[in-house]
DNA sequence: TGTTAGCACTCTTTTGGTAAGAGTGCTAAC
DNA sequence: GTTAGCACTCTTACCAAAAGAGTGCTAACA
């Protein structure tokens, strides 16, 4: 169904109504805020015709019309207004990213809890992932008698480690010899080959006696296998009590409860996958979001060296698209440009 | 106002059962439940005279009594009956503990959460605080021309890293030359000495000229101020809406905005000054709690080697008081126990 | 032929008033 | 001191009526 120019603005201005007041849109109700030059009676027409196309849905006989998913794919496709952020929205995006912080997860969260603050939403990151990273060096230094730590320095910077005890005294020798094994054998090397059965073999031929190599040859392991997932953290999370969808205490629970454990590894797939630019999620497009009235607009992020990740907003269906979108957008684009400036120093 | 004997009887009986109903316990209802050998219209003259002492109130004239704070005070100090742990649940937490992650605040979190279930409460917990840890050695690690990872072992085998990225090139001697001083100079110092003022003293004494001081100094300063300030973190938020009190979107928005953000700090410190035994802070007896209708058992968890922090439980005053901290303290024996088992592998 | 005024009809929400239920507090008797 | 009995209070549930909002249809109009 190709919609005509009339049914694209009654199709405008009943999204734009609801988004603003989360109540169905009534016929005369669209006259008194869009100035159409049209009846109330015409409009009934244009929108039962709408209804027909999928475009609206109808609560009850008596109530006004709604948005369906398909209402907001078009208005999001083709019919919204871009949103021009306001000078002290502007400001505040850009304070959130000036205020860099020692550790580059608190910088990440900072940036994610001002936009749940500037949107009212809830905001969902990945913290970087470092996919397949390459390892630079080792270290292993002593704590005391029986324990030491064990150190390990990534290609982009990152560092791993873990305090490994052990039943019986070493002295600091072995240690010296186990760290300059390792060096020799595992440095330069991308992590993501430290498969199970690699590190099997290769513990065999360690020329190093010592009751150490399970926990040595363990954490490795579990540095191999906890690459590649950042972890997907969220802030804002009570931000939904603002919305009026969320006003029944079992419509916050099923929110409150998705958007924790069980599904949040299902919601980073789905976030993980879009592209490059910043892509909207509506409702049931996705079978992940099925029957949650839930949305997810989501844009990346890079912060220099690599370091990239994903920002998203999720919030229900009938969500202030344009400015969810202008918000991460303008986001991205003061990013890019600070990064883009040589010199800066980032971390 | 000394309580006698069956005034004790009939105060246990109300609350006993308005623990497990939520509902006002009427004088008949507690004749059905428990077998004090009077009739109701005795049960109304005591609870009546309870009510005078402010050990009980009522909603309003119509209805049963329910406890005050001070109720579930007397409760918890001489009243209540000890709860003993099903087989079940001694299971999942023997489970909870043994299952070690390689990160020690994984272990933690996984107490925690393990706790959260099995109570059916929402779990607080402080990240071991490293208060005034003593610093064991730096290393300094290239990562290209213009950046290199600094890494701060401490004595307790924690370690603190950050990437140190600078305008011009260095060659990698003067990374050797500051490692040398920095070790020289400050290993085996406690960090809490490293005040503001020390650093800036230090930093123009330093015989090596170069851009990063500013960067290692600034680092340095971190470390000193960000030690003592363990996160206090949270498991099982959703756990609130099992509860019947948090039956209205209101009191559970309020709920749950109280123990994020802004509150986490006072309630941080109001865990961090309990004592070392379990303690039970109960409705108003605190101002932080003031109207919130909330309670707080606070423990304390060890997992050797000087990790020490908080295990808190918070929920509605009308809180299974017996059964959480029976909960607490049988996690803390097992903890206690398996640590005094010289040898085991703790990591 | 598309647009519009008018109106009957539907469905939800609000209001008010009554009945049922739970529990107290008092009185008088034991 | 304890208890049975009863009047009284307050909440909750229920129902019916009224109000309100909006549609969809019909017939008239440009």
Redesign the pocket.
């Given at each position: 169904m190709e919609l005509s120019e009339?049914k694209k603005k009654i199709l405008q201005a009943i999204i734009d109504d609801y988004i603003v007041t989360a109540?169905?849109?009534?016929?005369?109700?669209i006259l008194k805020s869009h100035n159409l030059?049209?009846?109330?009676?015409?409009v009934?027409?244009e929108?039962?015709s709408l209804?027909e196309g999928g475009y609206l849905e109808?609560p009850?006989?008596?109530?006004?019309?709604v948005p369906s998913y398909l209402g907001y794919r078009v208005y999001v496709d083709e019919l919204m207004n871009e949103y021009r952020l306001s000078v002290s929205e502007i400001s505040q995006i850009t304070n959130a990213f000036r205020q860099r912080y020692a550790e580059l997860s608190k910088t990440i969260e900072g940036i994610s809890n001002a936009i749940s603050g500037l949107t009212n939403y809830t905001t969902l990151y990945t913290t970087p992932a470092s996919c397949g990273t390459i390892i630079k060096s080792f270290k292993l230094i002593p704590i005391d008698e029986k324990s030491f730590v064990m150190i390990v320095v990534m290609d982009d910077g990152s560092v791993k480690n873990r305090t490994i005890r052990v039943k019986s005294e070493f002295d600091s020798g072995v240690l010296e010899k186990l760290s300059n094994y390792l060096n020799y054998r595992f440095s330069n090397i991308n992590s993501s080959i430290l498969t199970p059965e690699t590190l099997e073999g290769e513990k065999q031929l360690v020329p190093i006696e010592s009751g150490m190599l399970d926990s040595i040859f363990g954490f490795l392991a579990d540095i191999a296998n906890s690459d590649n997932s950042g972890d997907l953290l969220l802030t804002g999370t009570t931000n939904i009590f603002n919305h009026p969808e969320f006003s029944s205490i079992d419509r916050t629970r099923e929110f409150l409860e998705f958007v924790k454990k069980d599904n949040i590894g299902k919601l980073k797939e789905l976030i993980s996958a879009t592209g490059d630019s910043t892509s909207v999620i509506i409702g049931n497009e996705n079978p992940v979001l099925k029957d949650k009235d839930i949305s997810l607009v989501v844009s990346n992020y890079s912060l220099g060296g690599g370091v990239k990740g994903k920002l998203a907003i999720i919030g229900p269906t009938r969500m202030d698209y344009a400015r969810v979108i202008s918000t991460l957008d303008y986001l991205t684009g003061c990013i890019n440009e600070a990064i883009s400036k040589e010199g800066e120093q980032i971390d």
């Amino acid at each position: 169904m190709e919609l005509s120019e009339r049914k694209k603005k009654i199709l405008q201005a009943i999204i734009d109504d609801y988004i603003v007041t989360a109540e169905p849109v009534g016929s005369s109700h669209i006259l008194k805020s869009h100035n159409l030059g049209i009846s109330s009676a015409t409009v009934r027409n244009e929108m039962a015709s709408l209804e027909e196309g999928g475009y609206l849905e109808k609560p009850h006989t008596s109530a006004g019309r709604v948005p369906s998913y398909l209402g907001y794919r078009v208005y999001v496709d083709e019919l919204m207004n871009e949103y021009r952020l306001s000078v002290s929205e502007i400001s505040q995006i850009t304070n959130a990213f000036r205020q860099r912080y020692a550790e580059l997860s608190k910088t990440i969260e900072g940036i994610s809890n001002a936009i749940s603050g500037l949107t009212n939403y809830t905001t969902l990151y990945t913290t970087p992932a470092s996919c397949g990273t390459i390892i630079k060096s080792f270290k292993l230094i002593p704590i005391d008698e029986k324990s030491f730590v064990m150190i390990v320095v990534m290609d982009d910077g990152s560092v791993k480690n873990r305090t490994i005890r052990v039943k019986s005294e070493f002295d600091s020798g072995v240690l010296e010899k186990l760290s300059n094994y390792l060096n020799y054998r595992f440095s330069n090397i991308n992590s993501s080959i430290l498969t199970p059965e690699t590190l099997e073999g290769e513990k065999q031929l360690v020329p190093i006696e010592s009751g150490m190599l399970d926990s040595i040859f363990g954490f490795l392991a579990d540095i191999a296998n906890s690459d590649n997932s950042g972890d997907l953290l969220l802030t804002g999370t009570t931000n939904i009590f603002n919305h009026p969808e969320f006003s029944s205490i079992d419509r916050t629970r099923e929110f409150l409860e998705f958007v924790k454990k069980d599904n949040i590894g299902k919601l980073k797939e789905l976030i993980s996958a879009t592209g490059d630019s910043t892509s909207v999620i509506i409702g049931n497009e996705n079978p992940v979001l099925k029957d949650k009235d839930i949305s997810l607009v989501v844009s990346n992020y890079s912060l220099g060296g690599g370091v990239k990740g994903k920002l998203a907003i999720i919030g229900p269906t009938r969500m202030d698209y344009a400015r969810v979108i202008s918000t991460l957008d303008y986001l991205t684009g003061c990013i890019n440009e600070a990064i883009s400036k040589e010199g800066e120093q980032i971390d």
